[in-house]
Nanobody
Framework: EVQLVESGGGLVQAGGSLRLSCAASGFAFRDYAIAWFRQVPGEEREGVSVIITRDGSTAYADAVKGRFTISSDNTKNTVYLQMNSLKPEDTAIYYC?????????????????WGQGTQVTVSS
């Protein structure tokens, strides 16, 4: 059974940092693209960042470039999202998602496996 479990969300002041984790199981981790999405209630889910675990290639949404860094630890089947210089507009539920084959896409419809999400709240 494919499982994606997010952790690391919380409340932080503007300018602060958080690191999210996505622990994956039940599939061939190294063959997939693992991405982070976020969603504010009432709005569409948007792509934040994606990594191809096989070669470490990455992509980012313009809104987070230079502030967020995605990485993977293939020995632990875990993907991380380091979020620095957080802004109130980063407040959302953050979801981890997996897609095969591994391609640098941030389209919601491309991803077939999803975690349950973790809340990130940035206060001003």
């Amino acid at each position: 059974e494919v499982q994606l479990v997010e952790s690391g969300g919380g409340l932080v002041q503007a300018g602060g940092s958080l690191r999210l984790s996505c622990a994956a199981s039940g599939f061939a981790f190294r063959d997939y693209a693992i991405a982070w999405f976020r969603q504010v209630p009432g709005e569409e889910r948007e792509g934040v960042s994606v990594i191809i675990t096989r070669d470490g290639s990455t992509a980012y949404a313009d809104a987070v470039k230079g502030r967020f860094t995605i990485s993977s630890d293939n020995t632990k089947n875990t993907v991380y999202l380091q979020m620095n210089s957080l802004k109130p507009e980063d407040t959302a539920i953050y979801y981890c998602a997996a897609a095969f084959p591994g391609m640098l896409r941030l389209w919601v419809r491309f991803y077939e496996h999803w975690g349950q999400g973790t809340q990130v709240t940035v206060s001003s």
